[in-house]
């Protein structure tokens, strides 16, 4: 008996450019097919070209995230990317080898993560690391000794340890410069010397946003390299197409999202840049945050030690809430000379919302601040819980837009009992100052 051919798509998807063929095209391989049964399904798949057509042809992320396409051969057709766990590769010949030899220098199921992180970053190469720092390092070192780095003022603080401790080791220096200030960038430019702007959009921990546009041309006006740390924007911001020649992301956050994984990636435009950042790869081989702060550093530590859904952590990005205090985890490594005049106060709390109902995640808030309050004197805010996580079911947004809300919600319920702490501390403050001059009297 002869094997049946393989079955194909009537209307197969281009995945390498993520475009849909045009109805008619003459790539369609329908004459492969039941006549009956292509003529059952048909109607279906040309109403699903069409709706692609209408929105330019592109699959959207979520899509992309599944379907995505490969040069690396699974001979058994995988559903999932398999893991090929093995330090080395058995090669052909003695004197000939294969596409793999060494997991240091290539690894299928590496090959798999990149080629699919380039599709989505919209990158010629995307490059993992064991983690988000190592691949920063290796942006530091595309540098030589003598050149100049200007970096954000608002910055991950083992980014800030790499640009305070190591770099400089290597003859490179660093000036820290608010990113959000385009003069005050331009300022720190040294012409024939500044070879690498490194910023965060939104900043860590201040969520500052930056205009990734306008930092990519005055890079490349001082011949400068622009490499921007996406990990609070991850697959919602492509700073390739925004003029950066590196995209950074830490595996670690949103991209991971379960907080088992510690990786970084690198994505870069242009061959030549690949090229370097591929040599020193094999080499070195070894969805959003609120901040706010209370005016306490007292309340602060109760509100972060007394919440019962958000975990304590250094990090961000998982699919439960996390909160920190920076300054004394993520970047207590930066002097406090030094985070006080970045605007870092210490009171300072970062929130990473989960995927928690958010009336749950408000409430638990909400009784933590409570808390403190009595901890520290402060009086009550009458605070409506209920109107700052008005359910928006029925409100005809779609699931998508639910979702994008959650973090925007949350972050203004935060910050409206932010300032309700801050009035009351004041009126606290108020009556202590009145009492005191009353009995000094």
Not at 48 to 62: N, S
Not at 176 to 190: G, P, Y
Not at 368 to 376: E, F, H, P, T
């Amino acid at each position: 008996m002869q094997p049946q051919p393989a079955l194909r798509r009537v209307f197969p998807i281009d995945l390498a450019s993520q475009t849909c063929p045009q109805r008619g095209s003459s790539s369609s391989p329908a004459a492969t097919h039941n006549e009956g049964a292509t003529a059952a399904n048909s109607g279906d798949a040309v109403a699903a070209i069409a709706r692609k057509q209408l929105r330019g042809g592109k699959l959207a992320v979520a899509t992309q995230l599944v379907h995505h396409k490969t040069t690396v051969n699974d001979p058994y057709g995988s559903s999932g990317a398999p893991l090929w766990q093995t330090a080395t590769f058995a090669q052909p010949g003695a004197t000939s080898f294969g596409e793999y030899d060494y997991t240091r220098s290539g690894n299928p199921t590496r090959t798999i993560l990149e080629e699919q992180m380039a599709a989505l970053e919209g990158a010629d190469r995307s490059f993992t690391f064991t983690s988000g720092m190592l691949a920063l390092s290796v942006v530091t070192k595309l540098l030589s000794s003598g050149q100049h780095i200007v970096a954000g003022d608002d910055i991950y603080g083992g980014t800030s340890r790499l640009l305070t401790s190591v770099v400089p080791a290597s003859g490179v220096t660093v000036t820290n410069v608010n990113m959000s200030d385009l003069d005050a960038v331009r300022a720190a430019m040294i012409p024939g010397r500044t070879a690498l702007l490194m910023v965060e959009s939104p900043t860590n921990p201040r969520m500052q946003v930056c205009d990734i546009r306008a930092l990519a041309g005055l890079a490349h006006e001082f011949g400068a390299l622009l490499c921007v740390d996406n990990s609070i924007m991850a697959m919602s911001q492509r700073p390739l197409d925004l003029g950066a020649d590196i995209s950074m992301t830490s595996g670690t956050k949103f991209l991971g999202g379960h907080g088992d994984v510690t990786m970084g990636l690198l994505s870069v435009r242009g061959e030549a840049l690949a090229k370097r950042v591929y040599f020193l790869q094999v080499g070195e081989h070894g969805r959003g945050c609120v901040a706010a702060h209370t005016s306490s550093l007292e309340a602060s530590k109760i509100i972060v030690e007394m919440t019962e859904l958000f975990k304590i952590t250094v990090s961000f990005g998982n699919v439960n809430s996390l909160i920190s205090l920076p300054c004394y985890m993520s970047h207590a490594s930066i002097p406090a000379d030094v985070r006080a005049a970045r605007g870092l106060p210490d009171d300072l709390v970062r929130i990473s919302v989960g995927i928690e109902d958010i009336d749950d995640l408000i409430a638990d808030l909400d009784q933590a601040m409570d808390l403190a309050m009595d901890s520290i004197g402060m009086a009550h805010p009458v605070i409506d819980i209920a109107a700052a996580a008005a359910p928006v079911s029925g409100s005809g947004e779609s699931y998508r837009e639910v979702h994008a809300s959650h973090e925007q919600r949350l972050a203004q319920s935060v910050q409206s009992l932010e300032a309700q702490l801050a009035a009351a501390r004041l009126e606290l403050e108020g009556v202590r100052s009145k009492s005191a001059h009353t009995h000094s009297s």
